[in-house]
């Protein structure tokens, strides 16, 4: 009886631990004074590797509001830290090399960072991504493709709990919506 209480403290532990993750992840909007952290985030080893390079990133969120105006990018908190980046767009605006897109609203794309080492492992990336996805539906998308490089594993665990398929095809993620 005593193993079977145990088992049920480390489960409600765990659900505790999710619902409060789940309670303080927030979006912001990008803000010009965000921009400095994100180049530092940028720069970790853990997130250069995926995104280089850098100066492109940065170049879309400065330009947020004209030219990269149909991205819309995020600082991710939890609580009142920040933690990380994130933005979703219309694959047909951004009409990128690895997909062919014919119609405007019909499929998103997704990017995502943890930016703060202590933050991962723990739920985040779920987390953050579960949030781009119901911002999406809200745009009355379709579908999400998400390519994270195939080395990205655990880029491609958070997008499988998130229902998202491997089409080894097409050789990237997506989520019927």
């Known amino acids: 009886m005593g193993f079977e209480n145990n088992k049920i ?30 180049k530092k985030w940028l720069q970790k080893d853990y997130i250069k590797k995926w995104y280089d390079p850098i100066n492109d990133w940065i170049y879309e969120i400065e330009n947020r509001s004209g030219e990269f105006n149909f991205i819309k990018h995020f600082i991710v908190k939890n609580g009142s830290e920040k933690i990380g980046f994130c933005q979703y ?36 990336g779920k987390e953050i991504v579960k949030g781009l996805v119901e ?16 080395e990205n594993i ?16 097409r050789k990237y993620y997506y989520k019927k919506l």
């Open 9 to 38: 403290a480390e489960e409600n532990n765990k659900i505790e631990k999710y619902i409060k993750i789940m309670d303080k992840v927030i979006f912001e909007h990008i803000t010009d004074e965000d921009i400095v952290l994100i």
């Open 89 to 124: 767009y219309d694959c047909f605006l951004a009409q990128e090399d690895w997909y062919k897109i014919n119609e405007k609203g019909i499929t998103y794309s997704i990017d995502y960072l943890i930016g703060e080492r202590n933050y991962l492992n723990k739920g985040f």
């Open 135 to 150: 911002k999406i539906k809200m745009e009355n998308a379709m579908e999400i493709i998400v390519k994270p490089e195939l």
């Open 154 to 169: 655990q880029s491609g665990k958070v997008l499988i709990a998130n229902g998202f398929i491997y089409d080894n095809n």
